[in-house]
């Protein structure tokens, strides 16, 4: 990055963090740790908690830590006794598993002995959890732990993946009846270095799972239809992804589920996937404004609170870890929030309101460039009002339209962190298209790839993401998309390439 533009990217930082600084970081007890078991656990309404147990080395010592802080009801947290374990390399939960109205709390991870675990925890209130010993789970680490209820039977199951005590890799459903679990067999295939998360991508309430990272021999990410709470069927692979961490949201406003995928390629390049739901399970590829890490997590809500869902992803590019805020501005394109936040890998960002003002806190724990440990709270100080309000944007009240309503406008990005001159210094680069009416689906794209590979001799071996880009009905919207699109990737520190015809 040009020296000049980084100085006066450090002003501009520091500028506008003093004057409106969007997250405040909060004084708290925790220690720092890396690969975390975090989340926070809050009562509607009521009292709020974080937790965050994870590793980290002092020296040649290895120290697991496991921390509960206490909200009181203030602005400030306060370290109170942990009844959960000490754990690392792992996840946890937050749901009403037995319909009391108070949050309980599964988790996952490697204890002190290196021995994977799984554990539930009953909510008995005035922070007072105890562990539920009347159902059988089998300790997994490497993987994720996620509630949903995907029998609709109206209670909250359990969907856990990772590697087992025997280096075997599962991927588990646990059944609540009444309180008590009981696993169930599937076909979905066992991930390691990944996730399993729920997402009810055909709208018929019976949540569906898509999973994501190495199933013992290679990366893998696909998607598993739910059969009405009886069985799981394989629907389609996406691109195989591994060390990374899936979203899934309604990203564009349009009423069903889409699909967010960070994580490394088979060759240990960062990547990211936004997949666009179009019903009848067939997904498009869109491209997005969003920074490729790995070994990191995403976490999608609306953080704003304007209605839309949210990102934050933590992990480490190719020269250096990030934590980054997005705001969805809806038809696929998020703009970058100037944060202030340290950047963490193999570490945990997520979201959580606390205080209960509307708006969206975050919990955030990892190791940086400088191998500091972080865990710390971050106020989110916008304040929102209780109701959405609406902004003057084409994204807001225009749906993105499909293919069908076709022939749109269109421009095409790709993106990557990679030398294209053959100086022997990489950078960010970033190629755009201008606009076109695409007649033929995907016509615009070959152009566009043909153009690349004969502008750019190595760009097969580049970080070349994905090369679609959205639709839009009239020439204007497509042109105001492709400006913000482009002021956005300024922002980020992108070198722009204009690729015209």
């Known amino acids: 990055m040009d020296k000049k533009y980084l100085l006066l990217l450090v002003f ?14 909060l004084p708290t007890q925790f220690s720092g740790v890396m690969d975390p078991v975090a989340t926070w656990i809050i009562a509607s309404g009521g009292t709020s908690f974080a937790y965050a147990a994870g590793e980290r080395y002092n020296d040649t010592h290895h120290l697991l830590y496991s921390q ?36 309980d709390v599964v ?16 909510n008995d209130g005035n922070g007072r959890f105890t562990a539920v010993t009347n159902s059988h789970f089998i300790g997994l680490s490497g993987g994720s732990v996620a509630w949903a209820d995907f029998d609709k039977d109206g209670d909250m199951d359990i969907l856990a993946t990772g590697k087992d005590a025997s280096n075997q890799l599962a991927t588990y459903i646990y059944r609540n009846d009444k309180g008590v679990f009981h696993r ?38 696909a998607l598993y239809k739910n059969n009405e709470g009886k069985s799981f069927s394989f629907v389609r692979n996406f691109d195989p992804l ?14 069903d589920v889409d699909i967010f995928i960070t994580g490394a390629d088979a060759e240990g390049v960062p990547q990211c996937r936004m997949y666009s739901n179009q019903t009848g399970w067939v997904f498009r590829e ?38 980054l805020v997005y705001e969805n501005k809806l038809a696929f394109s998020f703009k ?31 190791i940086d460039v400088c191998y500091d440990f972080h865990t710390a709270i971050y106020r989110n100080n916008i304040n929102p009002p209780k109701s959405p309000v609406e902004e003057n944007s084409i994204f807001v009240n225009t749906p993105l339209p499909t293919y069908k309503t076709g022939p749109l406008y269109y421009y095409v990005v790709a993106s990557c962190f990679c030398d294209p001159d053959g100086s022997g210094h990489p950078k960010y680069h970033m190629y755009i298209s201008n606009v076109h009416r695409q007649i033929n689906k995907y016509e615009l794209n070959y152009k566009f790839d043909n153009l690349l590979i004969k502008i750019i001799p190595n760009w097969g071996k580049t970080d070349a993401g994905h090369r679609t880009s ?17 002021e956005s990737y300024i922002e980020s520190g992108f070198k722009i390439h204009y690729i015209n015809w």
């Open 12 to 25: 501009l930082m520091t500028f506008g963090f003093t004057k409106g600084q969007v997250f405040t970081k």
């Open 68 to 103: 509960l802080e206490k909200n009181n009801g203030s602005r400030n947290f306060v370290r109170v006794y942990s009844p959960f374990p000490a754990l690392y390399h792992g996840d946890a939960a937050v749901a009403d598993y037995n319909g009391d109205g108070k949050p």
């Open 107 to 122: 988790m996952t991870g490697l204890n002190q002995q290196g021995v994977p675990v799984m554990k539930l925890y009953r």
């Open 184 to 221: 169930i067999l599937t076909r979905i295939p066992g991930v390691v270095n990944g996730c399993a998360r729920w997402g009810d991508f055909n709208s018929d309430g019976y949540p569906d799972v898509v999973i994501m990272g190495n199933d013992g021999h290679r990366a893998i990410t």
């Open 242 to 255: 591994q060390n990374g961490d899936v979203a899934c949201a309604d990203f564009d406003g349009d009423g």
């Open 286 to 323: 869109v491209s997005v404004p969003i920074r490729p890490l790995k070994n990191g997590n995403v976490d999608a809500a609306d953080f704003d609170h304007d209605g839309d869902m949210d990102l934050v992803i933590t992990g480490e590019s190719m020269e250096r870890p990030y934590t």
């Open 336 to 366: 970058p929030v100037m944060a202030g936040l340290p950047g963490v890998t193999n570490g945990k960002a997520l979201w959580g309101d606390f205080d209960h003002d509307g708006d969206q806190d975050l919990l955030l724990t990892g």
């Open 470 to 486: 959205n639709g839009f009905e009239t020439k204007q919207q497509a042109e105001l998309s492709r400006k913000q699109m482009i």
